[in-house]
């Protein structure tokens, strides 16, 4: 623990939360028993039941099939009438989503206030088409799951065999790439030729079987022009030891990167993505919002942004078009969105088939509140672009992806989309990492404590030390990440990638 987390531990916290001065709901910060008084903003009643951290609690009384209110905004519909102190949850609350939306007409965006202060430099890799990279690495890439465990395989040994020369050598496996029809198919291959294309992987060594669906010569000819040249191909039928002809591309590979060093780079040259996962009700007060300044910051700096997880999303769209920066974006991302709506409808499910039992048991009750949460990452920042899972980032500002909401499929589609560098809230943790620096963020104090192996940074922080302090803190952090300091799921080498699956499979 560090001096800063010892601090935080020692200050009282407080018991109760609003998010909003128009909220019907407070959240509790510890465990609560029945019979205990509760004052909160001129507001004095008394619990009638126990009411668990993290969970919300009535802060007046609510008929039945009235809007529940959080964040400033409906959470669902009271399916009960609720009594002042009542334990709010999935008993008593239901949502209102129901299908698809008319989103109305964009109005031009108001003025945000300007982010300061600006975020300094940062030390990267800067690549021959003038992008800069958070670490210099060589990725094996896997056309088919035929192949995986050969490029998981060699790129251990090539580790053992080049360590120190480059940042890191990783092979990616993933079980696609065969018997894959259409839209499935192209859906794989964009997302592999847009992982080529990331700054991170300074080069690419692509592996394929030879009688797979996704022929590595389409593969390569989906990869942008501009990362071409880093591009090294095996195909694994071909006469020879592939083994050893993987090897030998490795060491051509990491001949031409091994000089390559630090340089200093300005904060545009940054592209976050932002995620959330095994969220908990102090992640929308706590580690979302945090993202959120940065995300300001950022764009303030004429950095970019990935937001994704669209069904995450759902229910609070309606805030986030109001930030598009043209009639163009606005009828993109509402299409979007409505397109994904579409898409659990068409299987049968509901646009409200979420949260997670985990996120259930950490107090969220319905997809509108996990939403208005999850949206808060973005913070303010305009929204300046919408890009089909398998894009790339192209503008400075907010770029809407899409993606679901899977903890590996969007952040893999986040570093396809370019993110250098990936900013991941959690209030239930996960040791999980991605191609790019995956900075795991809690939402809560707990969590960074018992799981120090996990957690990078811990948000819950803010409750006692107050945000500017935290903020200036993470933003340095996040510097110092870029600049080269490994992540926790770097350490432990828990980096994975996930292929967004749709269709038929033959």
Known sequence: MTEADSASARMKLPDVWRSHQADGVGVALRDHKAGEWIEMDGIVLRLPEAIPRGHKFA??????????????????????PIAAGEHIHSHNLATALDGEMEYGSFAPLAPVPEASPPLGNWRGYRRADGRFATRNEIW????????????????????????????????????????????????TRALLAALCDNPNAGGVVLVGLGCESNQLDDLVASVP????????????????????????????????LAPVKREDAPASALTVGLKCGGSDALSGLTANPLLGRFSDRLAGSD?????????????????????AVSPEVFEQAGV??????????????PVSKNPSPGNIAGGITTLEEKSLGAVQKGGCAPLV????????????????????????????????????????TTGRGTPLGFPVPTVKISSNTALAQTKPGWIDFDAGRALAEGVDAVD???????????????????????????????GVTL
């Open 59 to 80: 802060l007046r009384p609510h008929g039945q099939g009235e809007p529940v209110l959080r964040y400033g905004a409906p959470i669902g519909l009271a399916s009960q």
């Open 140 to 187: 094996l890439l896997p056309t088919v799951g035929c192949v995986a465990p050969l490029v998981e395989l060699v790129a251990r040994e090539a580790s053992a065999i080049h360590r120190g020369s480059v940042d890191a050598i990783v092979g990616f496996g993933h079980p696609h790439g065969c018997s894959q029809l259409g839209d499935d198919l192209s859906g």
């Open 225 to 256: 022009e501009r990362s071409r040249a880093k591009l090294r191909l095996v195909r694994a039928q071909d006469p020879g030891d592939e083994r050893e002809r993987l090897l030998a591309q490795i060491a051509d590979l990491v001949a031409a």
């Open 303 to 323: 950095g970019s942004l990935v937001l994704s997880e669209i069904p995450e999303i759902f229910g609070a769209e309606e805030a986030l078009l109001a930030r």
């Open 336 to 349: 979007l969105v409505n397109r994904f709506k579409r898409y659990f409808l068409d299987q049968g499910q």
């Open 385 to 424: 672009d919408v890009i089909d899972y398998g894009g790339t980032v192209s503008r400075p500002g907010l770029t809407l992806l899409e993606a679901p909401g899977n903890d590996a499929v969007s952040s893999t589609a986040l570093a396809a989309a370019g993110a250098t560098l990936v900013l991941f």
């Open 472 to 502: 200036a803190a993470f933003a340095d952090y996040l510097l110092a990440i870029a600049s080269g300091e490994p992540t926790a799921a770097e350490r432990s080498d828990q980096r994975v990638i996930s292929i967004w699956k749709r």
